[in-house]
């Protein structure tokens, strides 16, 4: 059986810093119109026109591509859980919009002080009902 | 039925980007005459008043040489097509390349280059596939035109309407190869491999943000090899762009202007392998290596027409001042096709462009399907259906034994 040798190229033929073709120009261009529909928390902030080389080019392609695959994997996740079959469909979107920790300890600070707001609130309609003073 | 395709259970296509046949494959007309490449006396007129006569030359180089990269779009492609003859009964001469390539930087001397050509030595990979299995002699890009609207047709027969680059929404009932056979009953599978997530895909609007699933990294393709857990249908995607990741450096190897060719050689040669090394991969898979188009670089074979697609597109949109029908097929590019059912040195003559891709998956693994674009039902397939009879002129899988003669590569 013949084997054939394959040259590799020098390690100059290698350069991120060489200028966007046309082809990744056009590419991030999809690219961003994709993002643009992600949740915004999941969106890069990364300005196109300013990415001149192609290992810019690069890094944002590789953060939407691995944004919409993440967004999906929750919405997926989202839908295999017990119970998720009474979901709506807003609520399976949202699910790619995975809240972060800081978000969710703010949401369950603002749940607890609403539950002893109405626990409050309660005990000062029944003390008004009982004539005590709450 | 032939064993070759009785044997057969996964088609592989890998599409590279922006080379032309004559570029790739011409130097090898001297030694294997029946491959339509290179032959005295091909060239271009110049720019200069007398119109000097450049001729086709091997001096192609792996990088460094087509900067700026070729003009591909839509009206470049006809300038090199058509020469700038613009009447309503031209012919077509492809004497506009060096013309076209003059426009972009304005030095005569450099726009030679545009008719610069491999010697076959220097690309030992694609040289060696083309010369021990099938090589397409009439391949064509689907459009005069650029990439995106090119791989759209291997993906859905058609670039609805699109002759550029700017994003390409599916608003037809044609469906991806893709979802076609994903929708079958009983299922098929299927698979888009992109490089890796720095490289992504070029099918991003309507594939990749809809239905990520549908998609896999290069490692997972050289994992499903070796597990012989490869889908029905798999397309690959090369490296689109130079980057480094936490393993190294990831060189570009789709061999796009001015990227190094010798980096889309190892990559060709990996992916050979990649199915060679699995015995029970290699006699059931039958691999395309092929090109979305020939990147403005020339070529001498005159493109023909074709069925009209559904769609038109305007003069403004052509930017030619000229509406386009989709009548007309796009310069030939390389297409070789690989399997050790094929017999060593097979030319292939019919005319093919990149709907062939989903006609002939669909006609393999589905059968009768629609809807489907006019260009697609009407495109030739390279790989006969499994029927009970099977046209010897037309089945390229023909050899009663397998081979045991197939090269590998030292990669």
């Known amino acids: ?134 | 039925m032939p064993p070759g395709l009785n044997n057969l259970r996964h088609i592989v296509v890998l599409m590279m980007e922006n080379r032309s046949f004559d570029h790739m494959l011409g130097g090898l007309t001297a030694t294997h005459p029946k491959i339509d490449g290179i032959t005295p006396g091909l060239s271009n007129p110049d720019t200069s008043p007398a119109q000097n006569r450049v001729p086709a030359q091997p001096l192609a180089d792996f990088q460094g040489q087509l900067e700026p990269d070729p003009d591909h779009h839509f009206p470049a492609v006809d300038l090199q097509i058509f020469g700038g003859d613009t009447s309503p009964n031209r012919v077509a001469s492809m004497q506009g390349f060096v013309k076209s390539y003059f426009n972009q930087r304005r030095d005569l001397k450099h726009s030679q280059k545009i008719m610069y050509y491999f010697p076959p030595e220097k690309l030992p990979v694609l040289t060696t596939l083309a010369t021990e299995f099938a090589v397409f002699n009439r391949w064509f890009a689907s459009i005069p035109g650029p990439t995106i609207c090119n791989r759209a047709f291997a993906h859905y027969g058609t670039s609805f309407g699109r002759v550029d680059m700017n994003l390409l929404y599916v608003n037809e009932p044609f469906k991806s190869i893709y979802n076609r056979l994903i929708s079958a009953r009983p299922k098929r599978t299927a698979k888009l491999y992109y490089y890796d997530t720095t490289s992504s895909t070029m099918e991003i609007t309507n594939l990749l943000q809809h239905q990520p699933e549908l998609f896999g990294t290069y490692p997972q393709f050289l994992s499903d090899c070796r597990k012989g857990t490869l889908p029905d249908y798999s397309f690959v995607e090369p490296n689109y762009n130079d980057h480094d990741t936490d393993s190294g450096e990831e060189i570009a190897n789709d061999q796009h202007p001015d990227h190094d060719v010798q980096a889309g050689e190892l990559y060709i040669a990996s992916v050979y392998n990649a199915i060679k090394q699995n015995p029970d991969l290699w006699q059931s898979t039958a691999l395309l290596i092929v090109y979305d188009e020939h990147g403005g670089i020339y070529d001498h074979v005159v493109p023909p027409a074709c069925t009209p697609d559904k769609f038109t597109a305007s003069a403004n949109a052509t930017g030619t001042g000229m509406p386009f029908a989709f009548d007309r097929l796009g310069v030939r590019v390389p297409a070789i096709l690989v399997s050790p059912w094929i017999p060593k040195g097979t030319v292939v003559d019919r005319v093919f462009d990149h709907a062939s891709i989903p006609a002939t998956i669909t006609k393999f693994f589905l059968g009768d399907y629609s809807p489907r674009s006019p260009r697609e039902t009407s495109a030739d397939i390279f790989i006969e259906a499994k029927t009970a009879t099977v046209d010897p002129a037309r089945n390229l899988l023909s050899l009663d034994k397998i081979r045991t003669d197939c090269p590998d590569f030292d990669v």
């Open chain 1, 1 to 134: 059986m013949t084997l054939i040798h394959v040259p590799r190229p020098p390690k100059s033929a290698m350069d991120p810093n060489r200028p966007v073709n046309a082809l990744l120009r056009a590419q991030m261009e999809h690219m961003q119109d994709a993002e643009l529909k992600l949740p915004v928390r999941q969106q890069t902030n990364i300005y196109i026109n300013a990415i001149k080389t192609e290992g810019e080019a690069g890094e944002y392609i590789r953060r939407v591509t691995e944004a919409i695959n993440q967004a999906h994997d929750a919405a997926a996740r989202k839908r295999g859980r017990p119970g998720s079959k009474k979901r709506g469909v807003i609520d399976i979107a949202a699910a790619a919009d995975d809240k972060s920790p800081k978000r969710r300890s703010r949401a369950a600070a603002r749940k607890k002080a609403k539950t002893k707001l109405s626990k409050k609130a309660k005990t000062k309609k029944s003390a008004a009902k009982g004539g005590r003073k709450a």
